[in-house]
Each structure stands twice: as structure tokens, then as C-alpha cells.
């Protein structure tokens, strides 16, 4: 009697997905016919029917901290574009560009986000980087005008926030001369404040409002690194920041993901973009704007946004999204910069010399170029010491797009894996910058190594995607790479010596933060000091 009851349950459980495979071959071969497509093999092993092994691999490299480098092996292993079966769902991986250029601009319009929008809703909500469709062409359109290269250009916004990292790192070499320091945390700091006083017109100054000034003079670099921002802003931001990868990472599940802690440290995030909506908005109806293009006034992100829109939601929305990419590229760039700089003396000693003798050992020195965007820009080899960094630490290491309807990816399919392969309507294609931009078939056999001279030899273009490309291509590059530029100069400018404390390369532990950006899971151990100054 209980047989009965057991074989319907069973067809009842199977039939959906007998019935999704018939029709997914139905669609692959008159893709076939009116498109020319071929099949992509699977990389799941033969005897893993349910796309379990796939996924006990990748958890077990995530938990290594080798995540970037298991999808890297399994590229080598299975070709530049593969499918891994995962739990009854098939998802395409890809490191090839004429695939990923289809994705982010040719078939712009046939991909999508996916579930990235209810995921980040609760902290992000309809910001530029979590919306698809005409909501992110709305504020495409909003936040475009405001980087202008007038608005990114201003030097001046870097300056402050700089020096008091400069004063930091002399006062640790002064009290705990040979010893390392973390430099990671300051440069996410760093960032921070320069991004909130771009933005909001006033900055939080995380690098030293909690130690507060006698900590810094005295050289207490530890009180400063593990106590700013304690119990404000910054702290709810990065908390936020936390739960928000692993939002993304439960896709569906998202919802599952919400601590009670969350919902305190959200609410304070909310709270502070407010409180500058608010006094904007206030300020905007009872005395007017000040202008922008003023020579007088600095430039405040959020007094031109008002002259946009007076929407509460929109302008919160955006800022934060701003926000949220402005400071953790940018302090990415920054941290790998510090990172390879230490490990590679001689290409610190040339960029240093070139510094020095284009900007002088000190700002505004005399009978030198000043530190401008255009003399920054104009730096070659600077230019290509970053263009490196980003290209072996991409500030987006990895990304993804789910199809909206059935289309074609151009290569991969096949059993010589060149010709086009049907894309499932509904299918996720995830991307691997960093692998992409290892590839040694496209950089050289040295692709694994810190070269800046690579960038004097050649140009590339799809196969190197530091900032995205397509439509959604990033808006604040020329601010993240001005702010690098300028943070390096000053740095170099001040420091001889350079010194790393870390294990070597191979060693290195990404971790992925709330906009798929990448910084180091361990922190930076680093020892900045001159032997030319007191």
C-alpha cells in the first residue's frame, strides 16, 4: 500500500525536471538551426548527477581564502568557458572577452542583475549599482553630470586627509621605529573620508576623530587603526557592508540573511545620509545652492544632486551607492598598490626617482610641476604602476549577469569550444576579471608577474576591465584613479623605504566585500620610513 504513494511523490518530484530538460533541448537545437550555436559540454564529473561536487569544491575555496585561484584552475582545466551543473541549475563561467564584451555591451539589454537589487535593497535600495532597466538609466542620468572632469579634478579635496596619513606613519616609525603597521585599515579609512567630504561637504575623519590628536602625535597608530570610527559611521558601514556579501551569496535565499545586529548598524547608516539630505535639502529651499562651478566654494557632490531632484529616497539611495563604490575601490587600488610597491623594491625605487624628479621630496617644491590632475595623468610610469595593480588586483575581481531571455554567447560551444553557445533565459554567466586577466595567452608567460612595463609595450582592450565596460561602465573612475595617483606621490614623496612584513605572493587571502570589490583578508603589514628626514 505504501509503494503507491511513493512512486507518484517520486514522478511528482522528477517530472518538473524532465520537463525542463525536454524543452531545454528543444530551444538549444532551433538555436541551433537559426543561430549556428553548438553545446557546451559540462564540467561536472560523470558520476555527479545532482551538481554537488562542484559546489563542495568552491566552499571549500572560499573558506582557504583561494577562491579567485579555484576558478582560475578550473578555467585551465575545463577551457575559458565552462558550465558547471550546481544543484539541478546549470550556470556558465567564462574568462573570455568577446564574451564578456557581448554581456556588458553589445547584448546589453539581454542580461541583467538578477537578484543583486532585492539583496541590497534593505541597506542600498534603488542605487545605480543595484537597479537594471530604466530605474538605472534614471540614475545613470542623475548622477552622470556630476563627474564631470571639473568635478574630479580638484586636487585640493586630497590633501588634508592625505597628511594626516603621512603624520600617522612618521609617529609609528618615530615610536616603534622597525615595526610594521597595518596599512590596509588607514587606506580604507583614508578613503572614507575623502569620499564622505566629496559627498556630503563634510567628512567623517575616521583616520583620527576617535583617537583623537594626542594619539596621533604621540604615534599611537594602533589606537588610531582599531578605534576610529568605533561606534559610528564607519563602523555600521563596514558591519552593514558584512552581511550584505552574504545577502548576495544566498541569491533567493537573501532573506534568510538578516541578523539583529544588522538592522541597528542599518539604521545608523540611514540615519547619517539623512541628517546631510536633510540639512542639503533645507539649505537648497530657504537660501539657494551655492555653485558648484564656483572658484570660491568647493564642489559638494550632494548640493548639485539636490539641483536634480528633491526626492529624500532617490538622494539617499545614491549617495550610498556612491559611497559604497567611491571608498572601497579606490582603497582597494590603494591597498594592492602599498602591497606590490613592498614586494617589488626595484619598481619602487624607479617610480620614486621619477616622482622626485617631476614633483619634488615635498609638496609645491620649488622649480617643480605641482601636484595637479593633469601632471598626475600626464606621469607615465605611475600610470602604468596602477594600470598593473589593477590589472593583477582588478577592483571587481569577479562579477555576474543572469540572461532575460534566450540569447547567444559568440565562444565556448562546441567540442573545439570557438563557436557560439545558446544562453538559457534565466541562466546565470559569471565572469572572472582576475582570471580573464591572468590569462598568459593574452598578457605573456609573465601574466602572474608585477611588470609595469608591460603598459609601454602594448594596449589592450576587452581582455582588461579594471572599472567594468559597456553602459555600466564605472563613472568614478578618473576620481579613484586621481585619488591613487595622488596618494602615491605623497607617499613616495615622504618615504625611502618601503618594506614588507606579509608571506610571500602566493600567500595572498582576497576577500570580497558588498560590491564584489576585493580587498586583503589579513590586512597589509607594511613599514614606511625615510632616512632622509628627522
Given at each position: 500500500m505504501l509503494f503507491t504513494p511513493l512512486l507518484v511523490a517520486a514522478v511528482l518530484l522528477i517530472l518538473p525536471t524532465i520537463t525542463s530538460s525536454v524543452k531545454w533541448e528543444l530551444t538549444e537545437r532551433r538555436f541551433a538551426k537559426s543561430h549556428g550555436t553548438r553545446k557546451r559540454s559540462r564540467s561536472n564529473p560523470w558520476w555527479d548527477i545532482f551538481g554537488v561536487y562542484p559546489l563542495y569544491l568552491f566552499i571549500r575555496a572560499m573558506h582557504e581564502g583561494s577562491n579567485f585561484q579555484f576558478i582560475r584552475k578550473q578555467h585551465a582545466e575545463h577551457g575559458n568557458?565552462?558550465?558547471?551543473?550546481?544543484?539541478?541549475?546549470?550556470?556558465?563561467?567564462?574568462?573570455?572577452?568577446?564574451?564578456?564584451?557581448?554581456?556588458l555591451a553589445t547584448n546589453f539589454s539581454d542580461f541583467s542583475l538578477g537578484k543583486r537589487h532585492d539583496s541590497l535593497y534593505v541597506t542600498l535600495g534603488d542605487g545605480i549599482f543595484t537597479s537594471d532597466g530604466e530605474m538605472w538609466a534614471h540614475a545613470r542620468a542623475l548622477l552622470r553630470p556630476q563627474f564631470l572632469r571639473s568635478q574630479v579634478s580638484d586636487v585640493r579635496?586630497?590633501?588634508?586627509?592625505?597628511?594626516?596619513?603621512?603624520?600617522?606613519?612618521?609617529?609609528?616609525?618615530?615610536a616603534q621605529p622597525k615595526q610594521a603597521v597595518e596599512i590596509q585599515t588607514l587606506l580604507y579609512r583614508l578613503t572614507m573620508d575623502t569620499a564622505t567630504e566629496f559627498l556630503f561637504g563634510e567628512s567623517v575623519n575616521s583616520l583620527s576623530s576617535s583617537a583623537g590628536s594626542s594619539d596621533v602625535a604621540k604615534g599611537n597608530v594602533t589606537a588610531v587603526a582599531a578605534n576610529a570610527g568605533r561606534g559610528g559611521f564607519a563602523e555600521a558601514f563596514n558591519s552593514v557592508q558584512d552581511i550584505l556579501v552574504l545577502r548576495i551569496a544566498f541569491q533567493s535565499l537573501y532573506w534568510l540573511v538578516r541578523p539583529p545586529s544588522f538592522d541597528k548598524s542599518n539604521k545608523l547608516v540611514h540615519d547619517f545620509v539623512d541628517h546631510y539630505v536633510d540639512r542639503a535639502l533645507s539649505y537648497a529651499r530657504t537660501k539657494g545652492n551655492r555653485p558648484a562651478e564656483s572658484s570660491e566654494s568647493k564642489y559638494v557632490f550632494l548640493?548639485?544632486?539636490?539641483?536634480q531632484t528633491e526626492d529624500r529616497k532617490i538622494l539617499r539611495d545614491q549617495l550610498l551607492n556612491v559611497l559604497l563604490a567611491g571608498r572601497d575601490t579606490t582603497a582597494g587600488?590603494?591597498?594592492?598598490?602599498?602591497?606590490?610597491?613592498?614586494?617589488?623594491?626595484?619598481?619602487?625605487?624607479?617610480?620614486?626617482?621619477?616622482?622626485?624628479?617631476?614633483?619634488?621630496?615635498?609638496?609645491?617644491?620649488?622649480?617643480?610641476?605641482?601636484?595637479?590632475?593633469?601632471?598626475?595623468?600626464?606621469?607615465e610610469y605611475l600610470r602604468f604602476v596602477l594600470n598593473e595593480v589593477l590589472r593583477l588586483y582588478p577592483s571587481v575581481p569577479q562579477n555576474f549577469r543572469f540572461a532575460?531571455?534566450?540569447?547567444?554567447?559568440?565562444?565556448?560551444?562546441?567540442?573545439?569550444?570557438?563557436?557560439?553557445?545558446?544562453?538559457?533565459?534565466?541562466?546565470?554567466?559569471?565572469?572572472?576579471?582576475?582570471?580573464?586577466q591572468r590569462r598568459h595567452d593574452l598578457f605573456g608567460e609573465d601574466a602572474d608577474d608585477f611588470r609595469p612595463e608591460r603598459w609601454s609595450?602594448?594596449?589592450?582592450?576587452?581582455?582588461?576591465?579594471?572599472f567594468n565596460?559597456?553602459?555600466?561602465?564605472?563613472?568614478?573612475q578618473q576620481f579613484a584613479l586621481t585619488e591613487a595617483g595622488y596618494t602615491v606621490v605623497r607617499l613616495l614623496q615622504e618615504f625611502d623605504t618601503l618594506e614588507n612584513f606579509d608571506p610571500p605572493e602566493?600567500?595572498?587571502?582576497?576577500?570580497?566585500?558588498?560590491?564584489?570589490?576585493?580587498?586583503?583578508?589579513?590586512?597589509?603589514?607594511?613599514?614606511?620610513?625615510?632616512?632622509?628626514?628627522?
Open positions: 568557458t565552462m558550465i558547471n551543473y550546481i544543484l539541478g541549475r546549470e550556470s556558465i563561467y567564462t574568462v573570455e572577452p568577446q564574451n564578456v564584451k557581448t554581456i579635496l586630497f590633501d588634508k586627509h592625505t597628511e594626516i596619513l603621512i603624520s600617522i606613519l612618521k609617529a609609528n616609525e618615530t548640493e548639485a544632486l539636490v539641483e587600488m590603494l591597498t594592492w598598490t602599498v602591497y606590490l610597491l613592498a614586494r617589488h623594491p626595484a619598481v619602487f625605487d624607479k617610480l620614486r626617482a621619477i616622482i622626485i624628479e617631476r614633483f619634488g621630496d615635498t609638496p609645491n617644491a620649488e622649480n617643480k610641476m605641482p601636484l595637479t590632475f593633469e601632471n598626475l595623468k600626464s606621469t532575460t531571455k534566450d540569447t547567444v554567447l559568440p565562444t565556448g560551444g562546441g567540442p573545439d569550444h570557438k563557436s557560439p553557445f545558446l544562453v538559457h533565459k534565466g541562466q546565470g554567466v559569471y565572469y572572472s576579471v582576475w582570471g580573464m609595450e602594448r594596449t589592450f582592450q576587452w581582455e582588461y576591465l579594471p565596460g559597456g553602459p555600466r561602465i564605472c563613472l568614478g602566493k600567500d595572498v587571502f582576497p576577500k570580497v566585500n558588498a560590491l564584489l570589490t576585493m580587498s586583503h583578508k589579513t590586512g597589509v603589514h607594511v613599514r614606511f620610513a625615510s632616512s632622509t628626514r628627522c
